[in-house]
């Protein structure tokens, strides 16, 4: 599977702090994908197997439906299960290599980097495209630590595969990521956090295009 440019402008990466249920939770990302999201990640670190499964499955039928990516955080096993588009993964998750292994050759992979070696390291190992982050100070990761402006410029011109800046990106940051190469920005807080989620993607889809345009 190829991402196609346009889809990674805006990428929405779920949290469970703003849906008190599955339905609420998918009603969010359908808002997210009206409003412009070309790519959703359900992050579900602490969801047990048996609950996770069936909302990846309904989370994946609605990415379907609506036309949008869909993306498993970390659980290879649940994402081949629920027959989505692809894995994200950590460095602290399973290997890069070993995930593209598992998930075979027509499934995407994303890996979340933080330096040159690493971007390298995953895009050798079949990435197809990365998080470059902390982008900024947030709540959501409390112990990550922003990454410089220049070390974004080196993994973008290191790699020639898409990059996103993930990590406390909101509308008034957003467009300081100009001219870092980037391909898009993916978004927690800034997105689901909002009062009007369809409403929040289309103004965060017009930041990073201005931001892509400027690269």
């Given amino acids: 599977m190829t991402i196609q440019p346009h889809a ?95 998930l075979g050759p027509d499934k995407l992979l994303g890996v979340s980097v933080h330096n040159v070696e690493e971007a390298l390291r995953a895009q050798s190992a079949g990435a197809d495209y990365l998080g470059v982050g902390a982008a900024f100070f947030t709540g959501t990761k409390q112990d990550a630590v922003p990454v410089t402006r220049a070390t974004m410029r080196a993994i973008t011109q290191a790699v020639t595969i ?3 800046a993930i990590g406390g ?5 957003l467009l300081s990521l100009s001219g870092c190469g980037l391909d898009g920005v993916a978004v927690v807080s800034a997105l689901f956090g909002a009062p009007d989620v369809a409403c929040a993607a289309q103004r965060l889809l017009a930041l990073s295009t201005q931001m892509v345009q400027a690269r």
């Fill in 8 to 102: 990674m402008r805006l990428y929405a990466v779920t949290h469970r702090a703003w849906a008190g249920d599955d339905q609420t939770l998918l009603a969010q990302i359908s808002a997210a994908i009206r409003g412009g999201a070309g790519i959703v990640q359900l992050r579900e670190k602490h969801l047990p197997p048996a609950a996770f499964l069936p909302l990846a499955r309904d989370f994946v039928a609605l990415c379907r439906a609506e036309g949008a990516v869909s993306i498993i955080n970390d659980q290879v096993d649940i994402a081949l299960q629920a027959g989505a588009d692809g894995v994200h993964v950590g460095q602290s998750d399973l290997e890069a290599a070993t995930v593209r292994q598992r």
């Fill in 169 to 173: 990106v909101n509308e008034d940051n």
């Fill in 162 to 164: 898409p990059v996103v």
